[in-house]
């Protein structure tokens, strides 16, 4: 159904409407993306919305191998005894997980052949398809549906694109107020008071900055999700390569739709048919971090990153019209006004030197 973001009157944010309580955006943003059947990501084909850079390119999995294989060098170098793990989280349909393999493979194929795997993804079905590939490590692949069912490990915890996939809460201006996002029963816009005690901060971080009638992002998640994967670190490397930047205190996030490759602002309409998604603040990731025990390591662009692991090893030569295609996607990753900006790659340690 397509809706219309209607205003309603400001509201109890746990209000009687329509037969139900109102749903926080949040929850709305929850069901509309990660909904078994009807929702986004158990729907969307790949490259139909928007391309992530292993879609793009396998250079890119080939290069974040080199990245691996220097992150797991560190640890023996430093007395971290194997074996190693390799987790990857959101590993949809195990695209990356197979460059990432492939690269090990062809070029430390002695690394490669001690690694175990741990593939976590929601989607029981997507998880199923991530596991093609690995049918030659019996033993050595995990697949797990959350990330409380991944043992502890020592190795390298990876994430790329999920952070930004996290469902998040919407605060908006108005009259002066900085009030949250919430849905009723229609699937109507609703302003009501704050949800929760966590947002707070947040809106009075804003209260200044945000603009009347605009919206902020807030994702309560991304804090919360990286405490449960640094539990399950018990010494290694944690990189996060995501869509963000640095956020300052007070600096508005705003809220984004994504549908065949065209951006918006209608967050409410045909849900199911739109990606969802805020910039991920990479200041608040640095920030929780560091109270549990998560070093900074680096923190860079893309683009920066895929060149000091050579991608462009992998620039194809030639003329030809396939050739000129496969180097422009390769180039997209690390082209400032491609992925290679917008993009950041964050790595984190935690116990290197004490494992």
Not at 2 to 14: H, L
Not at 192 to 220: F, I, K, M, N, W
Not at 278 to 307: K, N
């Amino acid at each position: 159904m397509r809706v219309q973001e209607r205003d309603r009157s400001v509201r109890s944010g746990r209000q009687q409407t329509h037969g139900g309580r109102l749903r926080t955006f949040r929850e709305f943003c929850e069901t509309a993306l990660y909904h078994p059947e009807r929702g986004f990501y158990a729907r969307r084909r790949p490259t139909e919305h928007f391309y992530t850079a292993p879609e793009l390119h396998p250079a890119f999995g080939m290069s974040l191998a080199r990245a691996l294989a220097k992150w797991l060098d560190e640890l023996r170098s430093r007395s971290v005894p194997p074996p190693y793990t390799i987790v990857e989280m959101g590993s949809g349909s195990g695209l990356l997980a197979r460059q990432l393999r492939e690269g090990l493979n062809r070029e430390r194929p002695e690394l490669a052949a001690d690694l175990c795997w741990v593939l976590v993804e929601r989607s029981r079905e997507r998880l199923l398809e991530s596991l093609a590939g690995f049918e030659d490590v019996p033993g050595r692949v995990l697949a797990c549906e959350r990330l409380a069912e991944v043992p502890a490990f020592r190795g390298v915890f990876l994430s790329n694109e999920l952070v930004d996939a996290l469902p998040f809460h919407v605060l908006e201006k108005r009259g002066g107020r900085v009030l949250e996002l919430y849905t009723d029963g229609a699937g109507d816009a609703v302003l009501g008071e704050l949800s929760t005690r966590g947002l707070e901060p947040h809106a009075r971080a804003v209260a200044d900055t945000l603009q009347e009638g605009r919206r902020h992002a807030v994702c309560l998640e991304a804090r919360s999700w990286l405490r449960e994967a640094a539990g399950r670190l018990e010494c290694g490397v944690l990189a996060t390569i995501d869509y963000g930047k640095r956020f300052a205190p007070g600096d508005v996030n705003t809220p984004r739709s994504y549908h065949l490759h065209t951006v918006g602002s209608r967050l409410l309409a045909d849900p199911g048919d739109r990606d969802l998604t805020c910039p991920v603040d990479f200041s608040a990731l640095i920030e929780e971090g560091e109270g549990l025990g998560l070093r900074c390591a680096s923190f860079t662009s893309m683009a920066r990153f895929l060149l000091d692991c050579g991608i462009l090893d992998w620039l194809p030569a030639g003329s030809d019209a396939g050739t000129v295609t496969d180097r422009a996607k390769l180039k997209t990753l690390v082209h400032p006004e491609g992925m290679g900006e917008a993009f950041k790659v964050l790595v984190q340690t935690k116990r290197v030197s004490r494992c």
